[in-house]
C-alpha cells in the first residue's frame, strides 16, 4: 500500500467517531454540562468555607491548593502519560495495557502515600499546640486530601484516554469534578450547619471525605476494563521506571499547579489574614474565566494524542475551531465580572469580600489570556514537547516569586493581583508562540470555525 493510500485510511478512520466514543463536539458538550455542574458545587464549596470560617478562609484555600500541588506530585506525571498512552492504545493490545496499569499500581502504593504522609507531617507542625486535638484532625484531613485528590486525577485522565468519557467528564474541572464538587458541597454544608465551632480541621476533612464514594466507583469501572492482565507485585524498581518515563509530565504538572496557586501562598505568608482572604477569594473567582479552555483542553488531549504527526493541517483546524467556541463562552463570564464584581463577590462569599472588587477585574485582565491564545499548552503536552513546557512553567513560577513578592511587599494585594495578571499573560503568550514555531500551527481563535469537522472526530 503506498504512502499516500496509509494516509487517507488513517484521516478517513478518524473522521467518524469510534465505536462508544462520542465526537468531539458531543464530547465537548458533556464535559461543558459536567464542568459548569462542578463550578457550582466549586462555589457552593468556597461560600460555606467563608461562611464558616471567615477571616480563617484564606488558610482553608491554601490547605486545599497545597493538597492539590502535593497530590499531583505524588502521581509522578503517570496521569498525564497514562492519558496520552491510553487514547493511543489499539484494542487487543494487552502488553501496553499491563504497562498502564503497573504504573497506576504504582503510583497508588508507593508514591502517593510517601506524599500524603509527608504532607500530614507537614500539616501537624504548622497548625499550633494550642489547637489541640485539632492538630491531629487537620493532619489527618491533608493526607486523605492528598492521596484521593491524587487517586482523582489519576483516573479521570485514565477514563477519558480509555475513552469512557462521560464518567471522566462527572470526574474533571474545580473541586475533582461534578461529583466531588457535589459530594464536598454537602460535607462542608454540614459542618456549617451542625458544627460550625469545629473550624478550619473539620472542612478540611469534610473536603477529604467528599472524594471516597467517586474514587471507589472510578476504581471499580477502570478496573473491570483490564481485570484480565496481571501487572505484577509493585516495587520500588516499578515506581522508580514510572518516574523516570514521566518526569517531563511530572515537572509540568507540579509548575502548572504552582502557577495556578503560588499569589494565594504569597499573600497568606505576606499579607494579614483577612488580605489573603480577599485575594484568595477574587483569585479562586477569577479562575471561572478559564472554564471553556480548560474544558477544551480536557477533551481536545486524547485527539491531539491521536493526530499529532498524522495530520496536523485537520489538528490545527480543530485547535482553532475549539478556541472559537472556548472564546465565545468565556465572554458571557467575562462581562458581569468586569461590570458588576461588588455584587458578584457579595452574593458568592458573603459581605465581607465586596472589597475583593479590584482585584477581581485586575486577576481577569491577565486570565483572559489564556482564552485568546488557545489550547497552546496542551496541544505541546500531548505531542511529545512536555519538557519544554515544564521549563517554561518553570521560569514562570520564579517570575511570580520574584515580581509577586516585591509588589505584594510594596502595594499589598493590588500589587500581587498585577503581578499574577502580568505573568499569565506572559506565559500564555509564550507557549502560543513555542507552539507555532515547534508545530508550525497557529492555536488561536478563528473566524472560520469548522464545527463540521468536530462533530466528524472521535473525542
Same mark, same amino acid.
Given at each position: 500500500?503506498?504512502?499516500?493510500?496509509?494516509?487517507?485510511?488513517?484521516?478517513?478512520?478518524?473522521?467518524?467517531?469510534?465505536?462508544?466514543?462520542?465526537?468531539?463536539?458531543?464530547?465537548?458538550?458533556?464535559?461543558?454540562?459536567?464542568?459548569?455542574?462542578?463550578?457550582?458545587?466549586?462555589?457552593?464549596?468556597?461560600?460555606? &468555607?467563608?461562611?464558616?470560617?471567615?477571616?480563617?478562609?484564606?488558610?482553608?484555600?491554601?490547605?486545599?491548593?497545597?493538597?492539590?500541588?502535593?497530590?499531583?506530585?505524588?502521581?509522578?506525571?503517570?496521569?498525564?502519560?497514562?492519558?496520552?498512552?491510553?487514547?493511543?492504545?489499539?484494542?487487543?493490545?494487552?502488553?501496553?495495557?499491563?504497562?498502564?496499569?503497573?504504573?497506576?499500581?504504582?503510583?497508588?502504593?508507593?508514591?502517593?502515600?510517601?506524599?500524603?504522609?509527608?504532607?500530614?507531617? &507537614?500539616?501537624?507542625?504548622?497548625?499550633?499546640?494550642?489547637?489541640?486535638?485539632?492538630?491531629?484532625?487537620?493532619?489527618?484531613?491533608?493526607?486523605?486530601?492528598?492521596?484521593?485528590?491524587?487517586?482523582?486525577?489519576?483516573?479521570?485522565?485514565?477514563?477519558?484516554?480509555?475513552?469512557?468519557?462521560?464518567?471522566?467528564?462527572?470526574?474533571?474541572?474545580?473541586?475533582?469534578?461534578?461529583?466531588?464538587?457535589?459530594?464536598?458541597? $454537602?460535607?462542608?454544608?454540614?459542618?456549617?450547619?451542625?458544627?460550625?465551632?469545629?473550624?478550619?480541621?473539620?472542612?478540611?476533612? &469534610?473536603?477529604?471525605?467528599?472524594?471516597?464514594?467517586?474514587?471507589?466507583?472510578?476504581?471499580?469501572?477502570?478496573?473491570?476494563?483490564?481485570?484480565?492482565?496481571?501487572?505484577?507485585?509493585?516495587?520500588?524498581?516499578? &515506581?522508580?521506571?514510572?518516574?523516570?518515563?514521566?518526569?517531563?509530565?511530572?515537572?509540568?504538572?507540579?509548575?502548572?499547579?504552582?502557577?495556578?496557586?503560588?499569589?494565594?501562598?504569597?499573600?497568606?505568608?505576606?499579607?494579614?489574614?483577612?488580605?489573603?482572604?480577599?485575594?484568595?477569594?477574587?483569585?479562586?473567582?477569577?479562575?471561572?474565566?478559564? $472554564?471553556?479552555?480548560?474544558?477544551?483542553?480536557?477533551?481536545?488531549?486524547?485527539?491531539?494524542?491521536?493526530?499529532?504527526?498524522?495530520?496536523?493541517?485537520?489538528?490545527?483546524?480543530?485547535?482553532?475551531?475549539?478556541?472559537?467556541?472556548?472564546?465565545?463562552?468565556?465572554?458571557?463570564?467575562?462581562?458581569?465580572?468586569?461590570?458588576?464584581?461588588?455584587?458578584?463577590?457579595?452574593?458568592?462569599?458573603?459581605?465581607?469580600?465586596?472589597?475583593?472588587?479590584?482585584?477581581?477585574?485586575?486577576?481577569?485582565?491577565?486570565?483572559?489570556?489564556?482564552?485568546?491564545?488557545?489550547?497552546?499548552?496542551?496541544?505541546?503536552?500531548?505531542?511529545?514537547?512536555?519538557? $519544554?513546557?515544564?521549563?517554561?512553567?518553570?521560569?514562570?513560577?520564579?517570575?511570580?516569586?520574584?515580581?509577586?513578592?516585591?509588589?505584594?511587599?510594596?502595594?499589598?494585594?493590588?500589587?500581587?493581583?498585577?503581578?499574577?495578571?502580568?505573568?499569565?499573560?506572559?506565559?500564555?503568550?509564550?507557549?502560543?508562540?513555542?507552539?507555532?514555531?515547534?508545530?508550525?500551527?497557529?492555536?488561536?481563535?478563528?473566524?472560520?470555525?469548522?464545527?463540521?469537522?468536530?462533530?466528524?472526530?472521535?473525542?
Amino acid at each position: 500500500m503506498s504512502c499516500r493510500r496509509r494516509s487517507l485510511v488513517v484521516t478517513q478512520g478518524e473522521r467518524a467517531p469510534r465505536s462508544g466514543r462520542l465526537s468531539l463536539v458531543a464530547a465537548t458538550v458533556w464535559f461543558g454540562l459536567s464542568y459548569g455542574g462542578a463550578v457550582l458545587g466549586y462555589l457552593a464549596v468556597n461560600a460555606f &468555607a467563608a461562611r464558616l470560617l471567615q477571616d480563617e478562609f484564606g488558610y482553608f484555600v491554601f490547605a486545599v491548593t497545597a493538597s492539590t500541588v502535593v497530590g499531583q506530585l505524588g502521581l509522578f506525571g503517570a496521569h498525564r502519560g497514562g492519558l496520552r498512552a491510553a487514547a493511543r492504545l489499539d484494542s487487543g493490545d494487552d502488553e501496553s495495557l499491563v504497562d498502564l496499569r503497573r504504573a497506576v499500581r504504582a503510583v497508588s502504593t508507593v508514591t502517593l502515600p510517601i506524599t500524603a504522609v509527608l504532607s500530614a507531617l &507537614a500539616a501537624f507542625f504548622v497548625v499550633g499546640e494550642d489547637q489541640g486535638a485539632g492538630r491531629w484532625v487537620a493532619a489527618a484531613g491533608m493526607a486523605l486530601l492528598v492521596w484521593f485528590g491524587g487517586q482523582q486525577k489519576l483516573l479521570a485522565n485514565y477514563l477519558r484516554g480509555f475513552g469512557r468519557i462521560r464518567f471522566a467528564s462527572l470526574l474533571e474541572g474545580r473541586s475533582g469534578g461534578a461529583l466531588v464538587a457535589l459530594c464536598q458541597g $454537602i460535607m462542608v454544608g454540614g459542618v456549617l450547619l451542625f458544627f460550625p465551632d469545629l473550624g478550619l480541621p473539620a472542612a478540611m476533612v &469534610a473536603m477529604a471525605v467528599g472524594f471516597v464514594g467517586p474514587v471507589f466507583f472510578a476504581w471499580y469501572v477502570v478496573f473491570r476494563g483490564w481485570r484480565h492482565v496481571d501487572p505484577g507485585r509493585p516495587t520500588l524498581k516499578g &515506581a522508580g521506571q514510572v518516574i523516570k518515563r514521566n518526569r517531563h509530565f511530572a515537572s509540568n504538572m507540579l509548575g502548572g499547579s504552582l502557577n495556578s496557586n503560588l499569589e494565594i501562598w504569597i499573600a497568606g505568608l505576606l499579607l494579614t489574614s483577612m488580605d489573603a482572604s480577599l485575594f484568595s477569594a477574587a483569585q479562586r473567582l477569577s479562575l471561572v474565566l478559564s $472554564i471553556s479552555i480548560m474544558s477544551m483542553g480536557v477533551v481536545f488531549s486524547p485527539v491531539v494524542s491521536r493526530l499529532f504527526d498524522r495530520d496536523n493541517v485537520r489538528l490545527e483546524r480543530l485547535l482553532r475551531t475549539g478556541a472559537t467556541v472556548a472564546a465565545g463562552l468565556t465572554a458571557a463570564l467575562w462581562i458581569p465580572m468586569l461590570i458588576a464584581p461588588t455584587p458578584l463577590l457579595r452574593a458568592v462569599y458573603g459581605d465581607s469580600f465586596p472589597a475583593a472588587a479590584p482585584l477581581l477585574v485586575i486577576l481577569t485582565l491577565g486570565g483572559i489570556s489564556n482564552v485568546l491564545t488557545g489550547m497552546c499548552a496542551v496541544t505541546l503536552t500531548m505531542s511529545r514537547h512536555e519538557a $519544554i513546557v515544564a521549563n517554561v512553567q518553570w521560569a514562570a513560577v520564579l517570575a511570580r516569586v520574584c515580581l509577586g513578592v516585591l509588589l505584594a511587599l510594596q502595594w499589598g494585594t493590588t500589587g500581587l493581583a498585577i503581578s499574577a495578571a502580568a505573568v499569565t499573560a506572559g506565559l500564555s503568550v509564550t507557549f502560543w508562540y513555542l507552539t507555532h514555531r515547534r508545530m508550525k500551527m497557529w492555536t488561536h481563535l478563528t473566524l472560520r470555525p469548522d464545527i463540521k469537522l468536530m462533530r466528524q472526530t472521535p473525542g
